[in-house]
């Protein structure tokens, strides 16, 4: 059954640092997603892309995020310069259309 | 903007039924999701329903939503220690974005 794959499982990272967050949306899905939970809250918004631009983002998705679609399989998430609060499980989430959508298992990223 | 509430904890015996009940706000939701978390896993998408409908079946599951009421729950019949995990009730709408806006979860307990 197709998936979506993130990668890596955990990335720990110094505040300051860059992080690149990896994910393999399912092939024929055409809209994109980043989601992230901080431990013991909700799942949030932060991201969706459709037709290779951003079509819709949250307040928590300033300046020092930025989504990416490099090549026909990859989607990217970077934080510039990681903050302490960045620390959270980030989910990339893929669609076709309007009915289901699939997460991937996630990347828990801890800022030190 | 979008809300959906979720009672945190539900403890039942194995073989009793459970019913995780959730609410919304957005009377323009489209579909309507429940998300399966287990520990230290990704959300796995158990079932839908779309917002013209009041009840959906899938084996074990039985989906039943009041738009009136803006009510939504998951009733999961002979319920089994593998069950247990925490469930996200999640809206849909947002024009094309087709974001969702999840409640905070409920952690089912199955007790043997």
């Known amino acids: 059954e197709p998936e979506v794959t993130q990668t890596p499982s955990h990335q720990v990272t110094q505040m300051g640092q860059e992080v690149i967050l990896r994910c393999v949306p399912i092939s024929n899905h055409l809209y994109f997603y980043w989601y992230r939970q901080i431990l013991g809250q909700k799942v949030e918004f932060l991201v969706s892309?459709?037709?290779?631009?951003?079509?819709?983002k949250s307040e928590i998705f300033d300046d020092q995020f930025s989504v990416e679609r490099p090549d026909g399989s990859n989607f990217t998430l970077k934080i510039r310069s990681t903050k302490l609060e960045d620390s959270a499980m980030y989910f990339c989430?893929?669609?076709?259309?309007?009915?289901?959508?699939?997460f991937g298992q996630g990347t828990r990223l801890t800022v030190v | 903007g979008e809300d959906v509430e979720q009672s945190l904890f539900l403890s039942v015996r194995e073989g009793d039924s459970s019913v995780i009940n959730c609410t919304y706000t957005?009377?323009?939701?489209?579909?309507l999701y429940w998300y399966k978390q287990e520990p230290g896993a990704g959300l796995q998408l158990l079932t839908y329903?779309?917002?013209?409908?009041d009840m959906k079946q899938d084996q074990r599951l039985t989906v039943l939503l009041n738009k009136k009421d803006k009510h939504l729950s998951l009733r999961i019949a002979d319920t089994q220690t593998g069950d247990s995990a925490i469930y996200f009730c999640?809206?849909?709408?947002?024009?094309?974005?087709?974001?969702?806006?999840f409640g905070k979860g409920t952690l089912l307990t199955v007790n043997p």
């Open positions: 957005d009377s323009s939701s489209t579909y």
């Open positions: 989430a893929s669609r076709e259309g309007p009915t289901e959508a699939f």
């Open positions: 892309f459709y037709n290779n631009e951003i079509s819709e």
């Open positions: 329903i779309f917002s013209n409908m």
């Open positions: 999640a809206e849909g709408s947002g024009g094309s974005n087709y974001k969702l806006t």
